[in-house]
């Protein structure tokens, strides 16, 4: 079983859309929880940021965790076609240890 | 711009040559991260800089792979008698000191033919 496993996708939407991405992971050991997106031929760049169960807002995305379950989810209010992109769901174990496990990725098209 | 820039942004090699890949991280970041993205996959993670002590190494870095922080800014990734399994977008990430937020640069786009 994969550390981290996030649905692939492709997945097509019509503008102004409640987009909904999921990740789920096996080690309970992971301590905090990231979002990044990434266009194609482009570095990720990082949307979201928790250490903790529940949901965090900022503009038109909330991240929702759920540590008792091993489950995250990455909620696009209002989609738009500037949306489209690949979205990666990362973990980190916390403490002296650094590196981010993340998701495959799930390719996201929003139709104008 | 500030943030993480990395050079060259496309390398095309034969097999077998050496490359040498650069990152400058965000100024006044001390953590310095390099990463390994194939097609439809996510980034996986190969190094990590604190300063200019490399203190952490996948087992995906073969004794091909170098990297190195020499005055804690910029580093190098250098890969050796290169495969063409090692074809493969290269990033680089920096983080501020006490946080765990990763910010990642355009990345290298390495084919090796």
């Known amino acids: 079983q994969k550390e981290v496993e996030q649905d692939p996708g492709p997945l097509s939407v019509p503008e102004g859309a409640i987009v909904s991405l999921n990740c789920t992971y096996s080690?309970?050991?992971?301590?905090?929880f990231m979002w990044y997106r990434q266009y194609s031929r482009k570095g990720p760049e990082l949307l979201m940021y928790?250490?903790?169960?529940g949901n965090k807002e900022d503009g038109r995305f909330t991240a929702q965790v759920d540590k008792s379950s091993k489950y995250i989810s990455l909620f696009i209010r209002d989609s738009q076609p500037s949306d489209s992109a690949t979205y990666l769901c990362?973990?980190?174990?916390?403490?002296?240890?650094?590196?981010?496990?993340f998701g495959s990725g799930t390719q996201l098209t929003v139709l104008p | 711009d500030t943030g993480v820039s990395q050079n060259p942004r496309h390398k095309i090699t034969k097999r077998g040559q050496n490359v040498t890949f650069r990152c400058d991280p965000i100024?006044?970041?001390?953590?310095l991260y390099w990463y390994r993205q194939t097609l439809g996959q996510g980034p996986e993670f190969l190094t990590y800089?604190?300063?200019?002590?490399?203190?952490?190494k996948s087992r995906l870095l073969s004794d091909r792979f170098s990297a190195e922080r020499p005055k804690g800014s910029f580093s190098t990734l250098e890969i050796q008698r290169t495969e063409q399994g090692d074809s493969a977008m290269y990033l680089c990430?920096?983080?501020?000191?006490?946080?765990?937020?990763?910010?990642f640069g355009p990345g290298t786009r390495l084919t090796v033919t």
């Open positions: 990362a973990w980190g174990l916390g403490g002296s240890a650094r590196q981010l496990t």
């Open positions: 080690n309970s050991a992971f301590q905090y």
């Open positions: 928790t250490y903790s169960s």
């Open positions: 100024s006044e970041h001390n953590r």
């Open positions: 800089f604190q300063n200019e002590a490399q203190l952490e």
């Open positions: 990430a920096s983080s501020f000191q006490g946080l765990y937020e990763q910010y």
